[in-house]
């Protein structure tokens, strides 16, 4: 089901590192990519790296990507879809406020667990996203059609995609982006304002360490926004890191055995344990799922399989005659199949075990 | 000044990772070395992997490595200041109470700031050192010529020699090492107990996360010791990295958009100004110090150079007939020279430039 991706039209406003990466992207994959940010030159320079065919808003579009700051996300996408045909998506990395602010059917709100420590259009990398994932956060309004669409381009960049509720992504980045980024910054802080000799402190600094701070040196300008607009998930996990550090704390001043090995032993293991990046599965099952033709399916079918962890290869909606059934097809590896079959006919969903894709 | 490494004898005892690392640089730097270790099998897999010439002990070796556990360094190290003649170091990450209580001129701490998530012989790396920091402890019953020996040898393993006393390197390695370490494996556990569900969770861990927990993969076996020989040091940087993640909930809870700044610019600053790794000065200069024959000398002058951040590129000791003076001729950058020249003189040192020593 890969779409031919000859002569389609793209734009994205916003060209700073993440922006200027789909841009290169979806052009080197044939696309004809337009694309505008405030900063004229950041403009430019995407279009003197061979980014953009040309700057400039497309009037006719299949697909914009919003890659500005946070802040101008709603405005920006909002204006786009008053003016431009075809499906809207960004990239910003909280999503409730997002995608209740823009009520829709053509927008789908979205954020690439991918980045860099470099800012602006020459960090770009057209490769960025290849074995990255890709959050998309259907809601009840989304039209199918948009969602295919985001999702297979998204896929065409060598990106998994995984869907989520908005809100139930919030809650999950907090934990594993923005409190170990807050904590890399202030771990670099404490050291760097330490009363010891700054410089022979520096010189100690190991690979663990280094490894700790990597993302602390990346660009500060998007975390004021993150902060604000997360903070209801944040909080708690930062009050849940400072009540484990007071117990590490107990168990130093103790010297508690048993707890520390605890303690290291399972943080080792999870650590081992975590999933490689971008292993696309070697085979995958279509799923056809008997959909009512009612708001909000879209968004409970796939979410259903983000919250198993299982990622969307491909989908397609095939509307009935009649208008008020259509045949969701879900496209996932074939190993996974089986558990996303079970979850889906235990919401009462009639889903018939295609035959395998690939 | 360097010293032709053929024929010398070392010995190691202790052949984990970094034991047999050092074996093997040994080995191919043309030394004679022989090793062992309490596991038969460790020692056995050691030989077999090239890093030693044989099993067992030497007895009038140049130079001998403990790389024992922590708690058995003392007890490994002293039998071996018994039993054999030369230079005894060790490479265990807390030193206060270890060179405490070994009181014996022949005996320098050591602490190479480099290791692996790897652990046993299988792990080893006769490059592991490589541009890596590697910090010795003189104290005041320093040998000069022992201290001359670990040194020159550790330079001819690629690692820079920064010396520092015992208790101020456990109190950096507590800010740079220990605490990021326990950090890491708490952002971990946290992340992995989380009540969301784990495999999305997982999926989602992007690079910045899985840089912060990389450490927390190592082998969990020498914290215990660490956290018990080093608790002064740590609880009061885990104090203060509870006050500082206190402080950026604060931050977050009333949007303080200008604190927030503050600390991820600062972070991100000192986080690209860490020195690189492993670079050689391009020109060294000796310096000529004329030193009082009295206990505690080699120690002051060397750690001087360490709390400015600076290494020891070769040391030598040039006694005078009357046996009440003598000369340390210290090799440092040249462009740090002017630097630990003043140090020395503003502690009543006559120090003479001498010429550039490369």
Redo the contacts between chains.
């Keep these: 089901m890969n779409r031919p991706a000859k002569h389609l039209r793209a734009q994205v406003v916003g060209l700073g590192l993440v922006g200027t990466s789909i841009a290169g992207a979806l052009r080197t994959r044939g696309w004809h990519v337009s694309g505008s940010d405030l900063d004229g030159n950041r403009a430019k320079r995407a279009l003197q790296l061979g980014a953009l065919h040309e700057i400039g808003l497309d009037s006719s579009p299949e697909l914009s990507f919003v890659a500005t700051p946070a802040s101008a996300v709603v405005p920006v996408a909002t204006d786009l879809l008053a003016r431009s045909t075809g499906a809207v998506t960004d990239v910003a990395g909280v999503k409730a406020a997002i995608v209740a602010a823009i009520d829709d059917p053509r927008f789908v709100g979205g954020h690439p667990?991918?980045?860099s420590e470099q800012e602006g259009p020459d960090g770009a990398d057209a490769d960025l996203f290849v074995g990255?994932?890709w959050?998309l956060t259907p809601g009840q309004r989304t039209d199918p059609t948009a969602f295919a669409t985001v999702q297979s381009v998204i896929v065409s960049l060598g990106a998994?995609v995984?869907a989520?509720a908005a809100e139930?992504h919030d809650?999950?980045?907090a934990?594993?982006?923005h409190?170990?980024?807050?904590?890399?910054?202030?771990?670099?802080?404490?050291?760097?304002?330490?009363e010891?000799?700054h410089?022979?402190?520096?010189?100690?600094?190991?690979?663990?360490?280094?490894?700790?701070?990597?993302?602390?040196?990346?660009?500060?300008a998007i975390?004021?926004d993150i902060?604000?607009d997360n903070?209801a998930a944040?909080?708690p996990?930062?009050?849940?890191?400072?009540d484990?550090?007071?117990e590490?704390?107990r168990?130093?001043?103790e010297?508690d055995?048993a707890s520390?090995?605890h303690?290291?032993?399972?943080?080792?293991d999870?650590?081992?344990?975590?999933?490689p990046r971008g292993q696309r599965p070697r085979h995958t099952t279509e799923l056809r799922v008997l959909v009512p033709d009612r708001p909000g399916v879209l968004a409970e079918v796939t979410t259903l399989a983000?919250?198993?962890?299982v990622n969307i290869e491909d989908l397609e909606i095939a509307h009935s005659a009649e208008g008020t059934r259509g045949v969701l097809v879900l496209v996932v590896s074939s190993e996974a199949a089986d558990t996303v079959i079970a979850g889906l006919r235990e919401r009462g969903y009639r889903v018939s075990h295609g035959l395998p894709a690939t």
């Design positions: 667990m991918a980045g990255a994932t959050v998994d995984v989520l139930r809650e999950l980045v934990v594993i982006s409190v170990p980024h807050l904590t890399s910054a202030t771990l670099m802080s404490l050291a760097s304002e330490t010891l000799d410089t022979v402190l520096m010189r100690l600094a190991a690979g663990g360490f280094r490894d700790m701070t990597r993302i602390a040196a990346g660009s500060a975390w004021p902060c604000r903070s944040i909080v996990v930062l009050d849940r890191l400072i484990r550090l007071a590490v704390r168990i130093v001043v010297t055995r520390l090995g303690l290291l032993e399972a943080a080792r999870a650590r081992r344990n975590l999933p983000g919250e198993m962890g």
